[in-house]
Antibody
Framework: EVQLLESGGGLVQPGGSLRLSCAAS????????MTWVRQAPGKGLEWVSA??????DIFYAPSVKGRFTISRDNSTLYLRMNSLRAEDTAIYYC???????????WGQGTLVTVSS | DIVMTQSPDSLAVSLGERATINCKSS????????????LAWYQQKPGQPPKLLIY???TRESGVPDRFSGSGSGTDFTLTISSLQAEDVAVYYC??????????FGPGTKVDIK
């Protein structure tokens, strides 16, 4: 069974940093691209960043480019978030990415709150 | 970036009746050489992560009830719930995955029981 477990969220001041993790199990992790998707409170879904299975190809949404860094190791996906802003407040989901980039499994999410 | 829109914003349908949600992309998501539309649909219930329903615009994900169907091509797409059940109350999102990221989502359509 595919399982994705996010952690690392919390309350951080504007300008601060956080690192999110997503522990994956139940599938061959290195065979799949992985994606971070976020959802601000009461709002819709926003694609944030993706990394290919071997880590060679990385993409960012314009809203986070230069501030966020996605990475992965053998079984965990990461998102390093710097220079955080109030508008980064959201639930952050990691998603197993199938083929051409749709998402067949999602974690439960971790809440990031940026506030002073 | 491709912009996705959905209509209506919300709808209320009687149990057993048909629900229809529309999704439109600002440019085509049809890859003509392989005749595939790079369009997915997701269902999100309150307090839960999204769940994949449909990919390639009309291919139902394993385990998804056959009352859910997707149609359309190019820039205009539809998700249909043929006979609404109580457990279908949710927000539904379309998502394009054409070309290179960002792979944008529509704003969502909320489905309730009338």
């Amino acid at each position: 069974e595919v399982q994705l477990l996010e952690s690392g969220g919390g309350l951080v001041q504007p300008g601060g940093s956080l690192r999110l993790s997503c522990a994956a199990s139940g599938f061959t992790f290195q065979h799949y691209a992985m994606t971070w998707v976020r959802q601000a409170p009461g709002k819709g879904l926003e694609w944030v960043s993706a990394v290919s299975g071997n880590g060679d190809d990385i993409f960012y949404a314009p809203s986070v480019k230069g501030r966020f860094t996605i990475s992965r190791d053998n079984s965990t996906l990461y998102l390093r978030m710097n220079s955080l802003r109030a508008e980064d407040t959201a639930i952050y989901y990691c998603a197993k990415t199938r083929g051409a980039s749709y998402f067949d499994h999602w974690g439960q999410g971790t809440l990031v709150t940026v506030s002073s | 970036d491709i912009v996705m829109t959905q209509s209506p914003d919300s709808l209320a349908v009687s149990l057993g009746e048909r629900a229809t949600i529309n999704c439109k992309s600002s440019q085509t998501v049809l890859h003509r050489s392989i005749n595939k539309n790079y369009l997915a649909w997701y269902q999100q219930k309150p307090g839960q992560p999204p769940k994949l329903l449909i990919y390639w615009a009309s291919t139902r994900e394993s385990g998804v009830p056959d009352r859910f169907s997707g149609s359309g091509s190019g820039t205009d797409f539809t998700l249909t719930i043929s006979s609404l059940q109580a457990e279908d109350v949710a927000v539904y999102y379309c998502q394009q995955y054409y070309g290179t990221p960002p792979f944008t989502f529509g704003p969502g359509t909320k489905v309730d029981i009338k």
